[in-house]
C-alpha cells in the first residue's frame, strides 16, 4: 500500500529531473528526439507528490521494447503500456522503497506529447488554475491517506476539464503566431 503524500514545491526538483533525463538519453540512446519534465513538479509554487514524470519522445517506439534492459540497470521497473495504449512506461523507487521516477515514453508524433505538454504549460500559464489544482491535491491526499486510486480518481474531472481548457488556450496560441 502507497502513501499518498503531497509536499510544497521543491525547487531541487528541476534538477533532479536534469540529472534523470540524461541517464535515460543515454539509456535509449538515439533513439530519444527530446526529455521534456512534466507533471505537478514541473510547475512552479503547487504542492506535489515528490515523483519527477519525464515525458520522453522518441523515434520508434517498439525500439524502446528492445531497450528494456539498459533502463532495467538503471533501475526502473519495466510496465508496458500500463493502460494507455502506444506509451511505454517505467517507475523507478529509491532503495527504501519510495518511488521517485514516471517516464512515460511516446511516439514523437503521438497526440498524448502535445496533450502532457500542454496541460503543463497552460499550469504554468494561469497560476490561479494550478492553484486550485494544487489545493485539490492537498484536500485528496488528506481524504485518501492510504488509497492512491481514491486521490487519482479524485483529480479525474479536475484534470479533463484543464486538458480542454490548455487545448483550447495552445490552438489559440497557435492561431496567433501564425498571424504574426
Same mark, same amino acid.
Given at each position: 500500500m502507497r502513501k499518498v503524500k503531497?509536499?510544497?514545491?521543491?525547487?531541487?526538483?528541476?534538477?533532479?529531473f536534469q540529472t534523470e533525463a540524461a541517464r535515460v538519453k543515454g539509456a535509449l540512446g538515439e533513439n530519444t528526439i527530446a526529455v521534456h519534465h512534466i507533471g505537478s513538479t514541473a510547475i512552479p509554487g503547487i504542492q506535489a507528490k515528490?515523483?519527477?514524470?519525464?515525458?520522453v519522445e522518441v523515434q520508434s517506439i517498439i525500439q %524502446? =521494447?528492445?531497450?528494456? !534492459?539498459?533502463?532495467?540497470?538503471?533501475?526502473?521497473?519495466?510496465?508496458?503500456?500500463?493502460?494507455?495504449?502506444g506509451r511505454r512506461f517505467f517507475r523507478k523507487n529509491n532503495p527504501n522503497g519510495i518511488r521517485?521516477?514516471?517516464?512515460?515514453?511516446?511516439?514523437?508524433?503521438?497526440?498524448?506529447?502535445?496533450?502532457?505538454?500542454?496541460?503543463r504549460d497552460y499550469m504554468i500559464a494561469h497560476p490561479s488554475d494550478a492553484k486550485q489544482y494544487s489545493e485539490l491535491k492537498c484536500?485528496?491526499?488528506?481524504?485518501?491517506?492510504?488509497?492512491?486510486?481514491?486521490? %487519482? =480518481?479524485?483529480?479525474? !474531472?479536475?484534470?479533463?476539464?484543464?486538458?480542454?481548457k490548455a487545448g483550447q488556450w495552445k490552438a489559440l496560441q497557435a492561431d496567433?503566431?501564425?498571424?504574426?
Amino acid at each position: 500500500m502507497r502513501k499518498v503524500k503531497v509536499v510544497p514545491h521543491n525547487p531541487e526538483w528541476n534538477a533532479l529531473f536534469q540529472t534523470e533525463a540524461a541517464r535515460v538519453k543515454g539509456a535509449l540512446g538515439e533513439n530519444t528526439i527530446a526529455v521534456h519534465h512534466i507533471g505537478s513538479t514541473a510547475i512552479p509554487g503547487i504542492q506535489a507528490k515528490p515523483i519527477i514524470d519525464l515525458l520522453v519522445e522518441v523515434q520508434s517506439i517498439i525500439q %524502446v =521494447d528492445e531497450q528494456n !534492459s539498459p533502463m532495467v540497470q538503471l533501475g526502473y521497473e519495466v510496465m508496458g503500456e500500463f493502460g494507455i495504449p502506444g506509451r511505454r512506461f517505467f517507475r523507478k523507487n529509491n532503495p527504501n522503497g519510495i518511488r521517485t521516477q514516471h517516464i512515460h515514453i511516446f511516439n514523437h508524433s503521438s497526440a498524448q506529447v502535445l496533450r502532457h505538454l500542454a496541460f503543463r504549460d497552460y499550469m504554468i500559464a494561469h497560476p490561479s488554475d494550478a492553484k486550485q489544482y494544487s489545493e485539490l491535491k492537498c484536500q485528496l491526499a488528506r481524504q485518501y491517506p492510504t488509497n492512491i486510486d481514491g486521490y %487519482v =480518481d479524485g483529480k479525474d !474531472s479536475f484534470i479533463k476539464t484543464i486538458d480542454i481548457k490548455a487545448g483550447q488556450w495552445k490552438a489559440l496560441q497557435a492561431d496567433q503566431q501564425s498571424t504574426t
